[in-house]
Structure formats: C-alpha cells, structure tokens
C-alpha cells in the first residue's frame, strides 16, 4: 500500500506524540532512512517503545518497514521530477492531498455540518479566500455560514459559540493567531475541525477532528511561496458531497412567492 494511503487511513489512531514523529519524519525524510530508531526517538525526547508503537498504528511491522516504505516514496517522487521537470512539489502536492482525504472524516463532517445551528471559518493571510468561497457556497444553499480573518472578530464569534455550532479553521501551519480564537469556540462546547498541512501543528492538536493537506514551499526573491490549491480541492471535495447528500435548504431551493393584492 502506498506510504501515504497508510498514513490517511490510520491517522485517526494518532495522539499528539505520535503526531509530533510523523512531522518530524516528513521534515526529515531523507535523513531516516539511515537512522536507527535509537537515534529518531533522542531527536524527539521520546523512546524507541514509542516510535516503534507509532510505526505500528500506521499499519507498519515496524520501524525498518517504515523506513522502507518511505524510501519507496521518495524514490518514487524523484523518478516523477526527473520525467516532468517541475521546479516545485506543486502537482505532487495536489496528488498527496488526495491521498490523504478520508471518507469516515468527511462523512463525519457532512452530518455535523447539516445538524449545526450555524458553520463560523476562522482563517488568515491567503486562507481567507478559501474561507470564502466555502462560505458563499454553503450560504447560496440556505446553510447559515460566516467567515473572519480578524482576530478581533474571531474572538467576538468565539464568545458566542454554544454546543450546536461548528467552527472550521483553515490555517496551514495551524500556528497562527486564530488558534486562541479557535480555543475560545471550543470552551463554549462547539465542535472544531482544523484544515492544516499533515504534520503535528497546535491547531491539530487541540482540534475535535482533522482535515489535512500536504503543502511544501518554495523559496524565491527570499519569499516564501506556498500553494493554496490544496486547500480549495478540499473545500470544494466537502462542499460537493454535502450537496450529493443533502442538497440544498427548502429555503434556498423555493423562490419567494409573489404577494396576491385582495380582492
């Protein structure tokens, strides 16, 4: 099975340890495939018992079938940029993203996305945009949905949340300043999902459930460059299913009725 079908069929079974070794193994995936796993769990403070037990709850024997598998992976993606010549892991990234939706998640979030009283996004920098666009789209289908990318208004919104709601928080690190507001939702009982790049990341960690992409950059002009798209292929994957599952409100479907003057 491929190295990335494992990881998103069983990332459920991660706790945050586990999490922190997967990102750590990612950052570092041509290092560990000459480390031994002594050496991957002093990189992490952690024991050998525990990475060991993290290669397992991916569906690995252990360790060195990990290791394995990720060499695999990466042998594959450079026989892929050798034939297509990209400067970038953009196409690759997309490809991975796919990979790692799962459908028991997303069934899970189409039901709560149907049964909440309202879906508030928090989102910041060029993750407004997909914020958005899922928003207006969900509004369009009689869905009451809202979105911010002030911290200020996300914390106003987070003060009003009650059990009945859902918050989204689109972020790709997960380290931006919307996750104080994304705590905030959560103390008033609503149910978090984060959309994050895969990796251990505070969002993720404090989220009730996880969406992840798989996003690298590229540096140019000293500028950061990172690709959203990854981020949109998802939204819109959730937003269609929801609409092949419940379609839209009675409300958005029926056009008002033109008032009768009385005889």
Same mark, same amino acid.
Request: charged letters at 25%; glycine letters at 4%; a negative charge.
């Given at each position: ?24 193994? !990612? ?5 560990? +495939?000459?480390?031994? @796993? ?7 403070? *952690? /024991? ?107 914390? !106003? ?5 009650? +059990?009945?709601?859902? @918050? ?7 380290? *931006? /300043? ?86």
């Amino acid at each position: 099975m491929d190295f990335y079908n494992r990881i998103a069929e069983n990332t459920h079974l991660l706790n945050k340890g586990d999490n922190e070794i997967l990102s750590y193994c !990612i950052r570092n995936n041509k290092r560990i +495939s000459g480390m031994k @796993v002594q050496e991957v769990a002093d990189e992490l403070y *952690t /024991s050998p018992a525990s990475v060991i037990r993290f290669c397992k709850k991916l569906g690995f024997s252990g360790f060195s079938e990990f290791k394995a598998a990720l060499k695999v992976e990466l042998f594959q993606n450079e026989k892929e940029e050798t034939k297509t010549h990209h400067s970038t892991d953009f196409l690759r990234d997309v490809h991975k993203t796919i990979q790692l939706i799962q459908e028991d998640t997303v069934d899970w979030l189409l039901e709560k996305i149907h049964h909440c009283r309202r879906v508030e996004f928090y989102a910041a920098g060029s993750s407004r945009t997909v914020a958005a666009e899922f928003v207006k789209r969900l509004q369009v289908i009689g869905k009451p949905a809202f979105w911010y990318d002030d911290s200020s208004l996300m914390n !106003i919104s987070a003060k009003q949340m009650t +059990s009945e709601d859902l @918050v989204i928080v689109i972020s790709v690190s997960g380290e *931006t /300043s919307l996750v104080i507001a994304a705590n905030m939702a959560k103390s008033r009982g609503a149910t978090i999902v984060s959309v994050t790049n895969l990796g251990s990341n505070t969002l993720s960690d404090m989220a009730d459930e996880n969406i992840y992409v798989n996003s690298t950059y590229f540096v140019k002009s000293n500028i950061e460059i990172r690709s959203r798209l990854q981020l949109c292929l998802v939204c819109e994957y959730i937003f269609f299913r929801y609409l092949e599952r419940y379609g839209c409100s009675e409300e958005a479907r029926l056009p008002e009725e033109p008032m009768i003057a009385a005889r």
